[in-house]
């Protein structure tokens, strides 16, 4: 892929020299940990062309978008409202931060004690090593946790795009008016980033496009309820992660052709591994492109993920908007209501969360829950607990683990994975 590509990144202003160390990290893990597993969904082709294209072909359609006059708006959030970029002509793409990098220059702007997700942001941008964030017109950060919200007023020193959206992080009335009245605002910094304004067609189409997109990722999950499990969870993982910056028309018919081999494979009990494998749930900080560490521990220590109960996940997906509104402000409510009931962490009290977890795996038939919080993540280290009291009490063994990026600890969570999957069986 490379010899074609180099012009169009050093236009983008990237160090070839990092970005091609990067490239050569992710195609030997890509390779060593996707490639070689057995019994895959024919289908997962799409994605392995996808990887095999990241910082290509995808980044040439969205040159090709700019060109065409489109905005590329970047995210780091669920939060942040694919169907208001859409409607507005701009597209939303999730920017990677599951790998470290420029790990030294980097701890020149935050402290060694943040977590790794907000490290990561800040190395690839100034590590000069993704496309993506280059190709962005605007970059939107978020108040979420303390460790964002404060990177951010950092972040704005080494990016001249970025874009700060306030969040509630209690679920009242005044914390919905809060989502409302910041949805509105980033629906006319949209506008006006594009020149385009959204019109009760446009946000119905891109509701529609959005809907249809998360209602392929749900239909994925619901399959992953069988046993055998037809399809891996680091398969599975891979989908929910490329759902953040693929073109959404081609993701959905992509996911679909999966999920339609996926039947087939279940009506044929034919799995991705042996039925009664132990199976695991995965719960809580988002696992970013190309963090695979934890799932590829889990999977080759004779356990099946057969749920992510995350923002990579179906945190992230489900709930969809209500199609029924006829008039902007009416669908911006809408769209509200949904994104109203992502029980992140952040909030408090967050009730739904423990709950949502209990239903997944109680729906998915797991046997074990793990915990995977990455370290410093406050809030959700602190709810971990919580999570690990509820769960057993209904008697589902929880095993909550403290990571980071790097590879040091990977001897030690096979241990302590291997040793909980044995008490699973
Ligand atoms: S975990 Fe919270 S802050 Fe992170 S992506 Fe999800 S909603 Fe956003
Ligand atoms: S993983 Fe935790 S600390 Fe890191 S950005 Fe997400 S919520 Fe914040």
């Given at each position: 892929m490379s010899e074609n590509y180099r012009q169009m990144w050093t236009e983008l202003g990237l160090d070839l020299k990092a970005h091609d160390a990067l490239l050569g990290v992710l195609s030997e893990a890509y390779q060593n940990i996707?490639?070689?597993?057995?019994?895959?969904?024919?289908?997962m082709s799409y994605f392995d062309f996808v990887m095999s294209e990241v910082h290509g072909l995808r980044i040439k359609e969205l040159l090709d978008e700019k060109a065409a006059g489109r905005k590329i708006i970047g995210s780091y959030?669920?939060?942040?409202?694919e169907e208001i970029a859409l409607a507005a002509n701009a597209t939303l793409i999730g920017l990677c931060t599951g790998a470290d990098f420029a790990t030294e220059e980097v701890e020149k702007y935050l402290p060694?004690?943040?977590?790794a997700l907000i490290k990561s942001a800040f190395g690839f941008k100034l590590g000069r090593v993704c496309p993506y964030l280059e190709t962005t017109d605007m970059v939107v950060g978020e108040n979420t946790c303390d460790g964002k919200k404060k990177a951010y007023e950092s972040f704005k020193d080494i990016i001249n795009n970025l874009y700060v959206m306030d969040l509630p992080q209690v679920k009242s009335a005044n914390g919905k008016a809060l989502l409302k009245a910041e949805y509105v605002r980033f629906k006319e910094a949209a506008e006006q980033l594009t020149g385009v304004q959204v019109t009760a067609e446009s946000l119905q189409a891109a509701i529609k496009l959005v809907n249809a997109k998360r209602a392929a990722m749900l239909r994925l999950y619901q399959l992953r309820a069988a046993d055998p499990a037809p399809i891996s969870g680091l398969d599975a993982l891979l989908a929910n992660q490329v759902f953040f910056y693929d073109n959404p028309e081609r993701f959905t018919a992509s996911v679909n052709k999966i999920c339609d081999e996926l039947e087939q494979r279940i009506k044929d009990n034919t799995g991705a591994f042996p039925a009664k494998m132990p199976r695991i749930l995965v719960s809580g900080c988002p696992q970013a492109m190309p963090n695979w560490k934890l799932p590829a521990i889990i999977e080759t220590s004779g356990a099946v993920i057969v749920g992510e109960e995350s923002c990579v996940g179906e945190r992230g997906v489900r709930n969809l908007v209500?199609?029924?509104?006829?008039?902007v402000d009416e669908m911006l409510d809408a769209i509200v209501e949904r994104y109203f009931k992502v029980d992140c962490a952040i909030f408090t009290p967050n009730c739904d969360r423990l709950q949502h977890i209990e239903q997944m795996a109680k729906a998915y038939n797991a046997d074990g829950v793990i915990h995977y919080g990455l370290q410093f993540c406050t809030p959700y280290l602190m709810e971990s607990m919580p999570v690990q009291k509820a769960l057993e009490q209904k008697n589902i063994p929880c095993l909550r683990i403290e990571t980071d990026y790097s590879m040091e600890d990977m001897g030690q969570l096979k241990t302590r994975v291997e040793a909980f999957i044995e008490q699973l069986k």
């Open positions: 996707f490639m070689a597993q057995d019994n895959r969904p024919e289908a959030c669920v939060f942040v409202p060694r004690n943040t977590c209500d199609e029924s509104g006829t008039s």
